[in-house]
């Protein structure tokens, strides 16, 4: 089980960096399709340009995932974990400023 959420979290790593490094080629392809003025032609040909970029470095590829677990699904981004850990921390008193809610 641990082999695996690292693995998860090194992909996700992983495709966020090809995404970064694409980013600015991947827009400037995108601005190129969707400008009406252009010949037909020329917006064919980025638009081949776009396919021949990697699937990975599209930014909807990528996904929140807990650093602890490598769960996808309940992650809080602003503490980038899941719901779960987060409660067992917040409940142990691991997390500074974090207190259960009573009245």
């Not at 980013?23 to 064919?44: Q, T």
């Not at 602890?68 to 409660?87: A, C, D, E, K, L």
């Amino acid at each position: 089980m641990e082999v695996r959420r690292e693995n998860r979290n090194i992909h996700d790593n992983q495709r966020r960096q090809l995404a970064k490094q694409f980013e600015l080629k991947r827009n400037l392809f995108k601005a190129f399709l969707r400008d009406p003025e252009l010949p037909p032609e020329l917006r064919e040909q980025q638009q081949y340009k776009l396919a021949k970029l990697p699937r990975n470095s599209s930014f909807t590829r990528l996904r929140n995932r807990c650093i602890f677990t490598g769960r996808s699904r309940g992650v809080y981004q602003f503490f980038r974990m899941s719901r779960i850990v987060f409660r067992e921390l917040a409940s142990k008193g691991a997390l500074a400023g974090i207190k259960k809610a009573s009245w």
